[in-house]
T-cell receptor
Framework: KQEVTQIPAALSVPEGENLVLNCSFT??????LQWFRQDPGKGLTSLLL?????REQTSGRLNASLDKSSGRSTLYIAASQPGDSATYLC????????????FGSGTRLLVRP | SQTIHQWPATLVQPVGSPLSLECTVE??????LYWYRQAAGRGLQLLFY??????ISSEVPQNLSASRPQDRQFILSSKKLLLSDSGFYLC?????????FGPGTRLTVL
């Protein structure tokens, strides 16, 4: 059974700092991995998607990497801003035909002005 | 582009009352649709998914049920709510590579 773990559970950093969020998964047979952002009381917004054959994806100040063989992904946020404060969730899509997204429990990020 | 609508946005219900949450999708046909629940301070738990009309798969035994009467409509129901049903319910469309989520329904059972 696929399990997704995110570390740390919460993170507080001063504005301008670069930071890394970690995601690990137990079964490397994934179709892709996706990072989402969730603001309090809101739905999820997709940030980056990495296919199983890819190593990384970049969007603006965000960079996500994937090491499928070791079951790990990182989300790197450069020059953090208070507007980056949110919960960040990673999810893996299993490689079978079920089309399920399995989520980690998230990292709650606070960027202090 | 695909859009997911959910209603109501918030709901407060007494224990033992029925529940009906609705999700509709625009911008795609024959979507794979999902219901997730997020308890306070926790991750998303997959409840049900559907690959087509009247085709529902349940992930965990629970007090809830799901139905898909139309291609772009997915309904989450309960005959009698429990306190443990409180949470944030999210409907999602997962097509090909990406997952798109609705705005969610905050359910509080008192």
């Amino acid at each position: 059974k696929q399990e997704v773990t995110q570390i740390p559970a919460a993170l507080s950093v001063p504005e301008g700092e670069n930071l890394v969020l970690n995601c690990s998964f137990t079964d490397s047979a994934i179709y892709n991995l996706q990072w989402f952002r969730q603001d309090p009381g809101k739905g999820l917004t997709s940030l980056l998607l990495i296919q199983s054959s890819q190593r990384e994806q970049t969007s603006g100040r965000l960079n996500a990497s994937l090491d499928k063989s070791s079951g790990r992904s990182t989300l790197y946020i450069a020059a953090s801003q208070p507007g980056d404060s949110a919960t960040y969730l990673c999810a893996v899509k299993e490689a079978d035909s079920s089309y399920k997204l399995i989520f980690g429990s998230g990292t709650r990020l606070l960027v202090r002005p | 582009s695909q859009t997911i609508h959910q209603w109501p946005a918030t709901l407060v219900q007494p224990v033992g009352s029925p529940l009906s949450l609705e999700c509709t999708v625009e911008g795609t046909s024959n979507p794979n649709l999902y219901w997730y629940r997020q308890a306070a301070g926790r991750g998303l738990q997959l409840l049900f998914y559907s690959i087509g009309i009247d085709q529902i798969s349940s992930e965990v035994p629970q007090n809830l049920s799901a139905s898909r009467p139309q291609d772009r409509q997915f309904i989450l129901s309960s005959k009698k709510l429990l306190l443990s049903d409180s949470g944030f319910y999210l409907c999602a469309w997962i097509g090909g590579a990406v997952g798109i989520f609705g705005p969610g329904t905050r359910l509080t059972v008192l």
